[in-house]
Each structure stands twice: as C-alpha cells, then as structure tokens.
C-alpha cells in the first residue's frame, strides 16, 4: 500500500508532479503548474475485528505557478480529482486498494519572491486496505 502512488497516478496526466521537490532543471516561473507531494505520516488502523489491515496516511499535495489564477485552479482541480475518491489503482502486478481519500485542508503559502511563485498546499487523508 503506497499513498504517494496512488496521488501520483490520479494527477499525472494533468499536472507535472514530482516527489518532494520540483527538481532544479524544471522553470516554474514559466506559468505551468508544478505539484509535489509527500507523505506526512502513515497510521496503522487497529479494530476488534482486523489488525493493520487498514492504513491511514496523510499526504501533503504542494501546487507551484508563477500564474496565480492557474495555481488557484489547479487547487480546485486537484481538490475535485482526489477528494472522496474510491478505487484501485493497479501498478504492475501491485494493487493499490484506496477505501476512501478525503480533503483535510488547504493553505494558501504565498509567493516565492527567489522563485517568482505562488504556493498552495493541500492535505489529505487517505485510508488504503491491504
């Protein structure tokens, strides 16, 4: 079970998004929308029928754009992809079994003045079965 998988595979086809870090050779002042993500930490879910069958995470989703109304749009977007999503995403031969994953908040950072961008960060839980 990886978060950071299943983040990555909702928003790849709409956005550049990268581990942690947008890496150096990327040009985000160009008014393209960048996305990091990281997980924040990670919950084993225990109940009196099942023990650790059920993570919670707690992923932190970074929206980069030296266009603020891009970035602002980008925020919405990511929001309505992700927020109450089901599924399985499968990778490979690895299934990833996502129980339900819910917006927790969101923060406008500010502006990079160094980077000529605008930051928002978003978070959320995410529950995955085993």
Not at 16 to 44: H, R
Not at 48 to 53: H, I, P, W
Not at 111 to 125: H, R
Request: glycine letters at 4%; one cysteine or more; aromatic letters at 10%.
């Amino acid at each position: 079970m990886r978060a950071d998988v299943v983040i990555y595979n909702l928003l790849k086809d709409d956005y550049n998004i990268f581990p942690i870090v947008v890496p150096q050779a990327v040009n985000v002042a160009d008014g393209t929308v960048n996305m990091t993500y990281s997980l924040v930490s990670t919950d084993a879910i225990v109940s009196k029928t099942s023990f650790n069958d059920y993570d919670k995470y707690l992923v932190q989703l970074s929206i980069f754009c030296s266009d603020i109304d891009a970035a602002m749009t980008a925020a919405d977007d990511a929001r309505t992809t992700l927020d109450r999503y089901t599924g399985t995403i499968t990778i490979g031969a690895t299934a990833h079994n996502v129980q339900l994953i819910r917006f927790d908040s969101q923060e406008f950072v500010g502006f990079d003045e160094d980077n000529q961008v605008y930051m928002i960060a978003q978070d959320y839980q995410i529950t995955m079965t085993a």
